[in-house]
């Protein structure tokens, strides 16, 4: 069977963008799946304390665009292979779906972020997004993949940003080497949250008064794996 395919969202890292959508996409977004705008996508600019000084607190979620490359899939296979020798602790309230919907990894990315944040967020009484949340909170990561498959308030959003962004819309069938993941504070540790992979992944402790800063010192791990790559982008979802 064909995998389930989505208009892949803008992803220029040269216009704001994270995971392909720029913060007026992201805003449109959280904005047309019933989200008051009590939260903001603030770009982070650098990486530097007085750059990270910038960003309007509290931060409760980062989301982070990056290329999948050669060095990036050897460490992701790494990575899942030594946590599977060695275990972790996550926390049974994170809210993980996997991904089996080509280029959908900006809304999983989204929907991650504001599910493991969702006590914070106001939400319209009709919101798709509520509703939701509301039905997969009883399902397991893969049972919410394939809810997504079906849930077509998400979906037509989803195109629709597609078609606002900057630059042309690119094929259905186009491949994107970009990537899109959510780094959130559940329970006082931080976790990165990617479809792609089998499991959330816990880089230990944070606080809501350190969670940008641990969360960057996450994205800066990213970064020092392929040197060479200038495909970076973060963006947090800040206080209003």
Not at 136 to 141: A, D, H, V
Not at 163 to 180: C, M, N, R, W, Y
């Amino acid at each position: 069977m064909e995998p389930h395919r989505w208009l892949p969202l803008e992803a220029n890292p040269d216009v704001s963008a994270a995971g392909g959508i720029t913060r007026y996409l992201l805003f449109q977004f959280l904005k047309q799946l019933g989200i008051h705008p009590n939260w903001q996508f603030v770009d982070v600019y650098g990486m530097e304390p007085e750059l990270l000084s910038m960003v309007p607190r509290p931060v409760c979620a980062v989301l982070l665009l990056f290329p999948i490359t050669e060095k990036y899939e050897t460490f992701r296979t790494e990575e899942e292979e030594r946590i599977k020798a060695k275990g972790q602790d996550v926390k049974s309230s994170v809210y993980f779906m996997k991904q089996t919907i080509n280029n959908a990894c900006g809304t999983i990315g989204l929907i991650h972020a504001i599910a493991n944040n969702r006590e914070k967020m106001n939400f319209e009484t009709n919101s798709s997004l509520k509703k939701f949340l509301e039905d997969s909170l009883s399902m397991t990561p893969e049972e919410r993949a394939k809810y997504l498959e079906t849930y077509e308030a998400i979906r037509v959003t989803h195109e629709s940003s597609a078609h606002e962004g900057q630059t042309e819309a690119p094929s259905i069938d186009e491949k994107v080497d970009l990537h899109f993941i959510a780094l959130v504070n559940v329970g006082g540790h931080l976790y990165e949250l990617d479809g792609r992979k089998p499991f959330p992944i816990n880089h230990g402790e944070t606080s809501d008064d350190s969670f940008l800063e641990d969360a960057i010192e996450v994205c800066k791990k990213f970064m020092e794996r392929d040197p060479e790559e200038l495909r970076f982008n973060a963006i947090a979802l800040s206080a209003a």
